[in-house]
């Protein structure tokens, strides 16, 4: 595998359910980040990981919890979510400088009925 | 506060027309950092271009250019004779620079339609 992977690319969960997400980069970076797209806000940034730490929570609801276990990996652990939850959900890395570029994974459509 | 504006929302072109995209920003730094994304509508975000706060020059690859202005705060992208593949969801973005992490604040993104 290259740069960015996520799984699953797609889910579809009832607002009881608890569900992971996945993301993995190959790239060597030291830091990763979670986005939220939707219609109404097209690019949230949610969480961002450097150096294993969590360095920025934009005032995301407790619903949404993240995981750094590791450089490589970076997970956001999913509970009783609203449908307005409903969007594209993206993993980026990059190195931790403000020089250097994200690159992103192909996302995770999410739908939360 | 960072903030960056891309004012077009949708741009319809024909085939071999060109298209500027326009992204205005604000940033109280001195130095930072400006990116160009493209999205498919595979959804992937694809990364085009960074620019330094500290280099003006304006770059060509092959159809696509940039153009950064310091003093209007603009860093607009043209796609020169665009085809049907250009189609998608383009993104500006800034990027402060800051000790923790490398925090990206995107603009609303431009819709490009090229229809042949």
């Known amino acids: 595998e290259t740069g960015v992977t996520q799984t699953p690319r797609h889910l579809v969960m009832g607002m009881t359910n608890k569900k992971s997400l996945k993301c993995e980069q190959h790239?060597?970076?030291?830091?990763m980040y979670w986005y939220k797209q939707s219609a109404k806000k097209p690019l949230e940034l949610m969480f961002v990981y450097s150096l294993e730490e969590r360095v920025e929570n934009n005032s995301v609801p407790s619903r949404f919890s993240p995981e750094c276990p590791n450089s490589s990996h970076l997970f956001l652990h999913l509970h009783t979510l609203q449908p307005e939850d409903s969007a594209l959900y993206l993993c980026a890395s990059s190195q931790r400088e403000a020089a250097y570029e994200q690159f992103f994974g192909p996302g995770t459509r999410l739908t939360v009925l | 506060a960072q903030k960056v504006t891309q004012a077009q929302t949708e741009i319809s072109v024909v085939e071999k027309e060109d298209v500027t995209l326009d992204c205005v920003y604000e940033t109280r730094d001195t130095t930072y950092y400006l990116f160009w994304y493209k999205q498919p509508p595979s959804g992937e975000l694809v990364f085009l271009i960074r620019?330094?706060?500290?280099?003006?020059q304006n770059e060509i690859s092959g159809r696509y250019s940039w153009n950064f202005q310091k003093s209007t705060s603009s860093f607009n992208f043209t796609i020169t004779a665009s085809q049907v593949v250009d189609s998608a969801v383009y993104f500006c973005a800034l990027s402060e620079d800051k000790a923790a992490g490398n925090k990206l604040t995107f603009g609303g993104g431009t819709r490009v339609l090229v229809k042949p």
């Open positions: 620019r330094n706060s500290f280099d003006e």
């Open positions: 790239l060597g970076h030291n830091a």
